[in-house]
């Protein structure tokens, strides 16, 4: 039965299987070939592939019919793999908290009330721009992020801070990641504010995931918000009215039959259409 337990992304060297194996080979040969003037390693060809092919064949039936010894065997394995791929990929750790400099995109805020400020995660410049027009200099912080962010759902604490996008997130709210210290915390709501479609809200979700993973004390003590912008903008006159759906669309014109005029629809692909005046 083939049983696949080798997780997506790790790959076995062969410093992962030997790590933590002992064993005793006896073999008899005529005319052995040995390397090396010490001697330590059997160097003849004939049996190298005679020992591998029994061995192989004998040892995998052993695995089958000790399928749990043999599922040890292998966690060993990975977990060893998994050891050596942290090692290689560590990233040094910055100490946010510490001082550094602010992410150059971010559009701060003058306030330090936490009770008052806010900073608004956007996607990309043009609904930065959009945003950083509306919002209130005072209270109010906006940074636009490049796109889909790294899916950090599976990423370990010390590899998720070499993602840029996530370390200027960290250096911006103040905060490290699986930290429980806020006492540094910059903004007292975070904000996802992406588009209204899929793709919006496909980068809302990895938002979502960094700070419910990484950012965990964050979320239970109610910092963390996800803003939902209108989809659709419908004026009938001077009144103006907005729907987040489709289905509220659909509720707001059937409302305004009874009133006199022709109401415009317009959709909105993206933050940066929105006027913010």
């Not at 750790?93 to 701060?108: I, M, Q």
């Not at 993973?213 to 209108?230: D, Q, S």
Request: net charge positive; proline share 4%.
């Amino acid at each position: 039965e083939y049983r696949n337990i080798l997780p997506r992304g790790v790959k076995l060297s062969a410093e992962d299987i030997w790590d933590r194996c002992a064993y005793v080979l006896s073999v008899k040969m005529q005319d052995p070939q040995f390397a090396g003037q010490t001697k330590e390693r059997l160097s003849s060809r004939q049996c190298a592939a005679f020992v591998s092919g029994v061995v192989k064949d004998a040892f995998s039936l052993w695995l089958n019919q000790n399928v749990q010894a043999a599922e040890l065997l292998a966690e060993m394995a990975i977990s060893s793999a998994q050891r050596r791929l942290r090692a290689a990929k560590k990233v040094v750790r910055k100490k946010l908290t510490s001082g550094p400099a602010l992410p150059g995109k971010l559009a701060d805020c003058t306030a330090q009330d936490l009770n008052r400020t806010e900073l608004f995660l956007v996607e990309g410049d043009s609904a930065g721009g959009s945003a950083k027009q509306a919002r209130d200099r005072e209270y109010q912080a906006i940074m636009p992020l490049k796109g889909k962010i790294l899916n950090t759902w599976e990423v370990s604490s010390d590899e998720v801070l070499a993602s840029q996008e996530v370390h200027d997130i960290s250096v911006a709210i103040g905060i490290d990641p699986d930290s429980d210290d806020l006492s540094q915390l910059r903004y007292g709501k975070i904000c996802i504010l992406a588009d209204a479609d899929s793709d919006g809200l496909h980068i809302a979700t990895l938002l979502c995931a960094l700070f419910v993973r990484h950012f965990r004390t964050l979320v239970k003590e109610g910092h963390v918000y996800v803003a939902l912008p209108p989809l659709y903008r419908i004026d009938l006159g001077k009144e103006v009215y907005y729907a987040l759906t489709e289905e509220e669309k659909t509720g707001v014109l059937e409302q305004l039959k009874r009133k006199k005029g022709k109401p415009n629809v317009q959709r909105f692909k993206g933050l940066g259409e929105m006027n913010p005046m």
